[in-house]
């Protein structure tokens, strides 16, 4: 084999192992993103719930008891990211949403 097959070769193969480094790179992302999205959404299912039974002043005792539809393509393994604190006539819920924490309690 020549020289400058070679050379072209090794670039051949540098460039195809930058190309799904940057593949893998952004697959990520978009997974981190979408993650992002579904926990930001049942975030906002469960504080609108929530705050729709505050004239009642009835709180479930846990999460899963609220009709959750998990928008955002979610499903009910996101309930494990939150804290859920309730005495049935009040209740708090705690999660970390990116970088914030992110604390409400119910009735305001």
Do not use: W
């Amino acid at each position: 084999m020549s020289m400058t097959k070679a050379i072209g070769s090794t670039i051949a193969v540098g460039f195809v192992i930058f190309v799904l480094a940057v593949a893998l790179y952004a697959r990520r992302e978009v997974r981190a993103a979408a993650d992002h999205s579904a926990h930001a959404a049942i975030t906002a299912e469960i504080c609108d719930q929530l705050g729709k039974r505050a004239s009642t002043g009835s709180f479930p005792r846990s999460l899963s008891e609220l009709p959750l539809v998990f928008p955002d393509g979610g499903d009910a393994s996101l309930l494990t990211r939150f804290t859920y604190e309730s005495t049935g006539t009040n209740c708090t819920l705690r999660t970390h949403l990116g970088t914030h924490e992110l604390v409400r309690s119910f009735p305001q």
